[in-house]
């Protein structure tokens, strides 16, 4: 009988080892990628919060594999989407889930919601009537960001966007006047536009692009098993939350509806 050669058998387990799909076996051993998305998730003296970031913790910890805050990486959004797309075992928040993405990852939230919109200096009084206005104007946008892809959607001139990596650079030129509008979440612009000097109250929605729900977004190469540990964790999480806001309500109009002392005979 004719054996194989010992270096055929080794490139086969290769092979195997290889074309398998190499699964973590609990949520905290996969990797967390994030940005500087304030409200849900930003650095603030050299610590991760947020509230996406407070939820994953909780939530694997409920799940009873947690994670710390420590192990999630903070990288620019156009690096971190390419990153999670590219890899193994990886989860990028906060996402902003579209129809151009959602066969991209596995899906869990939702986390809170996303309102992008176009933001301007208010002493430039820009009014849009009609998007087909945007081409009067220079706007910018993260690299890759959900505002970059709804500006796509309008089929507007190349020429008037301006792609930034990091959110405080199109703030930076939203607030020095190279750039007329930003699109970009509200509540994340606003907060990013604090945070290099300018005052919030400066600056105006000019119009509401869309509305969307933002999501911790799982490799599709991620077990399904572990996806659906995170999404029950969350939702009994949610769940308790909506209960003790519920108990917290009746307590306070109970307390209107009792009698006054004063009135008491």
């Known amino acids: 009988m004719q ?12 092979t195997i080892l290889w074309s398998t799909p190499l699964f973590a076996a609990e949520l905290d051993e996969l990797e967390y990628i994030t940005e500087n998305y304030p409200p849900f998730n930003y650095v603030e003296g050299g610590v991760l919060r947020g509230e996406a970031v407070e939820l994953l913790i909780a939530a694997t910890a409920l799940a009873g594999h947690p994670i710390i805050a420590k192990n999630i990486q903070v990288q620019p959004w156009a690096r971190a989407f390419h990153n999670t797309l590219e890899g193994s075992n990886r989860v990028l928040f906060s996402t902003t889930r579209t129809a151009e993405r959602e066969k991209l990852f596995q899906w869990v939230g939702p986390i809170g919601q996303n309102h992008v919109v176009l933001i301007a200096k208010r002493a430039r009084g820009i009014k849009l009537k009609s998007l087909d206005g945007l081409n009067k104007f220079k706007v910018g946008a993260v690299r890759d960001d959900v505002g970059e892809l709804f500006l796509r959607e309008l089929h507007l001139e190349k020429t008037i966007i301006t792609l930034g990596v990091q959110p405080d650079s199109i703030a930076k030129m939203l607030q020095s006047g190279r750039v007329d509008l930003w699109a970009y979440g509200e509540s994340s612009a ?9 005052n919030p109250r400066d600056y105006e929605v000019v119009r509401v692009l869309k509305t969307l729900d933002l999501y911790y977004a799982f490799n599709r190469d991620i077990e399904p098993r572990l996806v659906k540990q995170l999404q029950a964790a969350i939702d009994t999480i949610k769940g308790d939350e909506a209960r003790k806001m519920k108990e917290f309500q009746s307590r306070d109009s109970q307390l209107y509806l009792q009698p006054s002392d004063a009135n008491t005979p």
Do not use: D, E, V
């Not at 194989?4 to 490139?11: G, H, K, M, S, T």
């Not at 606003?190 to 300018?198: D, E, F, H, R």
């Open 3 to 14: 054996t194989r050669p010992a270096n055929y058998l080794f490139a086969l387990c290769l």
């Open 190 to 198: 606003l907060q990013t536009l604090k945070s290099i000097g300018a």
